[in-house]
């Protein structure tokens, strides 16, 4: 695999954006190890799930402002979308195939994940042994361990298959579309929180993706990359003060906070923390909507020195390797979590239900059990993801023909 490894570093064309592939990659990382490092553990009748620890420290939520990451990863999907349609149009391919293609990339190992734990579920229920509530907790397996991964594979999935029609509709209309999908975020924070319509926050979902999604689309064409130092800058701060702007309505206008009591009530973290009446994260709202564009501005401000950065051999050789396992990384890490709480629960380790000094000082332990769980786990299952030979085809989508 090395030998594979540097070959395809060595072959990478010139016009090849590096940085998209170094987002990716980062993204997924940032949200392995996120999930690992705010878990706390809860094990009730021998049922295991978790919380996050940011609802339980008063702070921890300012880390989210930086390291939520889901938005980026549906930013350089846009850009990986974009640039894989074009280049199949050039080779003569139809949308079919290049849907094909694209869904073969998500769900071959999605199926190896999802065919795995239906046989140990449907075997520990034969078996009568713990239950399939070990694995899942008493919550709907959406939000557990160690199915929480599979809701974003869903929504993007869905992503993926209107990308035909979305490219379309940036080719003829551009800006509008983005500023269409916004104001359908804001109808729906304002219809569901002030008009307190049922389910009108619900289409968030959509609008509030397809947008990280669609901004993707002008980094592919090449729009982001004309703007200037100056122009980013405006975006990520006007980002940044709208995020503060939601998340403390009392500072608008000189106003008390019964002024604001009729209004929305925007969480300060950008990731779910269990004890909010609401999260940002589900459905999207508008702060993560703010979210999205202070993180992408910062982004394209960093990409300069960054892909500097990747023409070096070392980090770019790490950049592909994680490129080729990246879906396999997602889907398995909380799986590798929940083998570490199996071995380090009966060692006394996990215990603490709120970040006391101690779980501050386990945190090490469970990122280091959990990743040596998820080496082995990526060795097992990343076949499912990269091909015998690593072609190039595979291990390196998204490049600028």
């Known amino acids: 695999m090395s030998t594979s490894l540097d070959r395809l570093a060595e072959q990478t064309p010139n016009t090849r954006d590096r940085y998209v592939d170094f987002l990716r990659a980062a993204s997924i990382l940032t949200v392995v190890a996120g999930h690992w490092f705010i878990s706390l553990n809860q094990r009730q009748d021998g049922k295991i799930s978790t919380v996050s620890a940011i609802g339980e420290t008063s702070w921890l939520w300012l880390g989210t402002w930086f390291l939520q990451v889901i938005p980026l990863f549906f930013f350089v999907g846009g850009f990986a979308n974009l640039t894989a349609f074009e280049s199949n149009r050039r080779r003569g391919g139809s949308t079919g195939r290049f849907l094909r293609t694209r869904m073969a990339r998500l769900l071959k190992p999605t199926l190896a994940f999802v065919g795995v734990w239906v046989v140990i579920e449907v075997a520990l229920h034969i078996a009568d042994c713990c239950g399939t509530g070990l694995f899942r907790g008493v919550k709907a397996p959406p939000a557990t361990v160690p199915f929480g991964p599979l809701w974003f594979i869903g929504v993007y999935i869905v992503v993926v298959l209107v990308s035909p029609f979305t ?112 999260s940002n994260m589900n459905p999207p709202t508008l702060a993560l909507v703010a979210m999205t564009f202070w993180s992408i501005a910062l982004a394209m401000l960093a990409r300069p020195w ?96």
């Open 167 to 278: 490219i379309r509709l940036h080719r003829r209309f551009g800006v509008a579309v983005p500023i269409v999908l916004l104001l359908a975020a804001v109808a729906g924070d304002g219809f569901g929180f002030i008009g307190g319509v049922s389910g009108a926050r619900v289409p968030n979902i959509a609008s509030v993706w397809l947008l990280a999604h669609q901004l993707g689309y002008f980094y592919a064409d090449g729009r982001l990359t004309r703007m200037t130092k100056g122009q980013l800058w405006a975006t990520a701060l006007g980002a940044l003060a709208v995020l503060i702007a939601l998340t403390n309505p009392p500072i608008w206008f000189g106003h008390g906070p019964e002024y604001f009591s009729g209004l929305p009530h925007y969480p300060k973290s950008l990731l779910g923390t269990d004890n909010e009446p609401i």
């Open 306 to 401: 960054v892909s500097r950065w990747l023409q070096k051999p070392r980090p770019w050789k790490a950049v592909v390797f994680a490129n080729t396992v990246v879906m396999t990384l997602f889907l398995w890490h909380m799986t590798a979590y929940l083998l570490a709480v199996l071995v380090l629960w009966p060692l006394g380790l996990g215990h603490e239900t709120d970040s006391t000094i101690r779980w501050w000082l386990e945190r090490p332990i469970w990122i280091g059990v959990s990743a040596a769980f998820l080496v082995v786990l990526v060795a097992i299952f990343g076949r499912f993801e990269r091909p015998p030979g690593m072609t190039r085809e595979v291990a390196m989508t998204g490049s600028r023909a």
